[in-house]
């Protein structure tokens, strides 16, 4: 099998590489990379389990080849958190009970983390259609929607925070 | 297992983690040398193997599959799943043969050097088809998997009203995000397997039992579970071609399953029809009901198909007191995958069949369908003719009227629907927990395990008010069948009530060795010495609940439904933690929804499966659903904790509510789920 070196950026850090050009992008990061936050659930890109962000807009991993992302950057649920600070989404998941067995989790917070960077502050309806390509099997997805507003909530008003110190600097 | 380098802290349940992705579920364990294990499946519904060469097949495994796991029931025999095909393949997805390599790359590729040659065989694909053909199994007289009756045969009365229908509930893959999976590794004669599961001792069990080992030689433990519905309670053939590889290869094996593998292969659940017949007064009090129904078994005795006729036979006459009913039934032997438990397993089917009737019988009588309810039911507990008792159920059903503003909805919208039932928990035969108090600290062990319900959660509380020890003392580990001796599962609607009570059994020893030696109880004196009890309530007892649940839908030109309410009013016993009763029951109403409109899997004449993608079995979207209106009573059972059944109630509440719903909005009689727009439209 041939080898193909790939060079990319992966939470932040660049990574050099060999996978072999059939290696699929979920299979380069939880295998390669030990990124085992990614989930695989349905192998047809439906589910989501498997949405990381590329270039900062969420795909899905089980459906693009590793060979894809060179020269890119990808950000997996692992990488949205900074110095074990846990990012306002991941806080309002657990606050709202966004989750039970957890497997859909990841997939569900970068889809909303990539919503949230394009609408701040989307409407029910928003949220649902755009979580539409995510599947959850436990929640009836109800505290799901909640914790996506919730999270809204909590980065609103972080970067007000942020806005307020640096007037006053 | 030495060679897995979780650390104590990683075998908790622990919620937390999976908002950061650091959970630890079964595909993310790596061995160094582990083996990645693919197998080959019939492509035919039924044929004859020619021959078969290469991979490991039945002339290296020739056992059949151990009957464990919820609702497994011995069948005849022949009917008996082996591990491999063996002579015969008898579904679409049916494992012959598995290669190993040391990824999943290679191992797909090594599907290549198996070579099969099938004679194709017409395989009997529908009940019908059953019924009509000669067995498909060699040795078997029929198709009859197995035969049940319930009730008192009567001669049909003379009643001014009689109504017969025929009703069904098709198949449905129980898909949890994470499919099944586990990893197997043979080590100092001690056969070590991780696995996704609602029960590791059933596991554990159908292993030895399967492969010939002596329990204390298997050991199984379950890694975070994404999901089960069911479908996680029991061993499949690929556990023990996974397990017997490692002791063949001498190195760890890991399989997980394919979401096209578990469409064809895991067993789903439902697949069950009715043929109903009620005798009315004019007044519209039911005094007999009669019933027949068929079970689509699949192809083997494995799966759930024996156990689930009577279990639906018995719960038949639902929450109303009829005097006289009997019913007949037959799991019948088809060439699918087996059928098995899927979150209800036969409660919604029976309620369905029930439900259905009473709806008929109010428009026969040009009443409203809460007050035919209502006339059919007793102010007084009440012992139905198949073997249900069941609480006083009036009382409760006029309070559901009121708070799920039944009247005032059904006067303001054209699609409503209302449904009532009772739900019957799976409580045998009781359930294991262990504690240990160490370093002033409690570890916490079940022998039924959580795969997404939160058992630490309400553990947690219980212990904090049985012991005054705060919640972060307290660890819940996830199971393992070296800790606890012995245990059930996580099914049925039953943790809460018998994880619960042998949480407060092991409480209630704990104090009084505590008062024994320091004279009262204090939290500091249980902390400060070891302590080590395990408890088995093999007592089995049943605690019956009671819910109804309320539909509003629109229906669009092209036949879409759009569910406008769906609400619940249910008695949980007493809530151990609120947050966690809703979340169990928007889940169950999500999956309650998708049976009624969505959800199904559907099989060519061939046998092929055409539904074969998590989105063609109609798994719902988040743009699909309602925000769910939930109202609880919590009436305390008779145990000390107080707690009910619950995790099944939706799915067998919310298909009868929303296809009445779905009923009134169209005109159309509805008699079968899934509801599909075809279904609506001239």
Redesign the interface.
């Known amino acids: 099998m041939r080898i193909v070196k790939i060079r990319t950026r992966v939470n932040g850090k660049d990574i050099q590489s060999e996978v072999e050009p059939r290696e699929l992008l979920v299979h380069f990061l939880r295998e390669n990379l030990g990124l085992t936050g990614v989930h695989i659930g349905c192998d047809t890109s439906n589910c989501g389990a498997c949405t990381v962000l590329v270039d900062g807009k969420a795909v899905k991993s089980c459906t693009m080849l590793a060979v894809q992302v060179d020269g890119r950057e990808v950000t997996t649920i692992e990488g949205i958190s900074k110095n074990d600070e846990l990012h306002p989404l991941q806080k309002a998941f657990l606050e709202k009970h966004g989750l039970q067995c957890g497997y859909c989790t990841s997939g569900m917070i970068l889809t909303s983390y990539w919503l949230l960077k394009n609408n701040k502050n989307p409407t029910e309806e928003e949220i649902r259609k755009n979580l539409s390509g995510n599947l959850c099997r436990c929640t009836g997805y109800q505290s799901i929607i909640e914790s996506v507003k919730y999270g809204a909530q909590l980065m609103m008003k972080e970067k007000e925070k942020e806005e307020q110190q640096i007037e006053v600097r | 297992m030495p060679t897995i380098n979780w650390n104590d802290r990683e075998l908790e349940y622990d919620?937390?983690?999976?908002?950061?992705?650091?959970?630890h579920?079964v595909?993310?364990i790596?061995i160094q040398g582990m083996l990645f294990m693919t197998v080959l499946r019939s492509p035919y519904a039924r044929a004859r193997i020619i021959s078969l060469k290469g991979g490991i097949s039945s002339k290296d495994l020739g056992a059949k599959i151990a009957s464990v796991g919820e609702g497994a029931s011995e069948g005849e025999a022949s009917s008996v799943e082996p591990i491999f095909a063996s002579g015969f393949v008898n579904y679409v997805g049916q494992p012959v043969a598995a290669v190993f390599a040391e990824?999943?790359?290679k191992s797909e590729d090594l599907l290549d050097s198996v070579e099969v040659d099938y004679e194709p065989l017409k395989p009997v694909v529908t009940i019908d088809e059953a019924l009509s053909s000669p067995p498909i199994h060699k040795g078997m007289k029929s198709n009859i998997l197995s035969e049940a009756v319930k009730g008192q045969d009567f001669s049909d009365p003379s009643s001014p009203i009689v109504l017969e229908d025929t009703l069904e509930n098709n198949r449905i893959s129980t898909?949890?995000?994470?499919?099944r999976g586990l990893v197997a590794s043979f080590e100092g004669g001690v056969l070590n397997v991780w696995a996704s599961t609602q029960a590791v001792h059933s596991v554990k069990n159908g292993l030895a039992e399967t492969l010939g080992l002596s329990k204390d030689k298997v050991r199984v433990m379950q890694a975070?579970?994404?999901?089960a519905?069911g479908s996680k309670g029991g061993i499949y053939p690929e556990y023990a071609i996974a397990s017997f590889a490692s002791m063949k290869y001498g190195k760890p094996v890991k399989w997980?399953e394919?979401?096209?593998e578990h469409l064809t292969s895991t067993n789903p659940g439902r697949g069950v029809r009715g043929k109903m017949k009620i005798f009315s007064e004019k007044n519209g009090k039911i005094t007999g009901m009669k019933g027949e129904i068929m079970v689509d078994a699949g192809a083997y005795g494995s799966g759930s198909g024996g156990f689930s006729v009577p279990f639906i036979e018995s719960m038949m006459t639902g929450a109303y007191a009829i005097e006289k009913a009997f019913v007949t039934g037959k799991a019948l032997l088809t060439n699918k995958v087996p059928q098995g438990p899927y979150r209800g397993a036969g409660r919604p089917e029976a309620s369905f069949f029930i439900e259905r009737m009473l709806d008929l019988l109010a428009d026969e009588m040009k009443m409203d369908p809460a007050d035919v309810r209502l006339l059919n039911m007793s102010d007084k507990p009440f012992n139905s003719p198949l073997g249900m008792k069941i609480d006083a159920a009036r009382p409760f059903f006029e309070t559901a009227v009121r708070e799920l503003e039944y009247r005032r909805e059904a006067k303001l919208a054209k699609g409503v629907g209302l449904s009532f039932f009772v739900l019957v928990p799976g409580t045998y035969t009781g359930e294991s927990a262990r504690m240990i108090v160490k370093d002033g600290k409690i570890g916490v062990w079940l022998g039924g395990n959580s795969?997404?319900?939160?058992h630490e959660t309400f553990i947690r509380k219980l212990i904090n008010e049985e012991l005054d020890v705060s919640k972060e003392l307290v660890t819940v580990y996830r199971g393992d069948t070296s800790v606890t001796k012995d245990g059930e599962g996580a099914w049925g609607s039953r943790s809460a009530i018998l994880i619960g009570a042998a949480i407060v059994a092991i409480c209630k020893k704990l104090r009084t060795e505590v008062e024994k030696e320091f004279g009262s109880y204090s939290s500091e004196s249980l902390l400060s010495r070891d302590h080590d009890e395990y408890v088995f309530d093999e007592k089995p007892f049943s605690l019956t609940s009671f819910g109804a649940n309320l539909a509003t839908v629109e229906i669009g030109r092209f036949g879409n439904v759009r569910v406008k309410k769906c609400n619940a009013y249910y008695d949980v016993g007493r809530a151990l933690n609120r947050?966690?009763v809703?979340?169990q029951i928007?889940?169950?109403?999500?999956?309650g929804i998708g049976q009624t409109l969505h959800e199904g899997l559907f099989y060519s004449e061939d046998g092929q499966l055409i539904t074969s993608?998590?989105?063609d079995a109609g798994?719902p979207?988040?743009?699909d659903?309602p925000?769910?209106g939930v109202k609880i009573a919590e009436n305390r059972s008779s145990l000390p904790h107080g707690a009910k059944g619950l995790g099944e109630a939706p799915t067998i509440g919310v298909p009868t509510a929303l296809i009445r719903a779905v009923e009134k909005a169209s005109g159309k009689r509805l008699r079968k789920t899934p509801v599909m727009p075809e279904d609506l439209i001239e």
């Open positions: 919620s937390s983690r999976f908002v950061k992705g650091t959970g579920f595909d993310d790596k990824d999943r790359y898909n949890p995000i994470e499919p975070d579970t994404g999901g519905f997980i394919t979401r096209r795969h997404g319900q939160g947050e966690m809703l979340g928007h889940g169950g109403m999500a999956q993608s998590i989105s798994v979207l988040a743009e659903l925000n769910f």
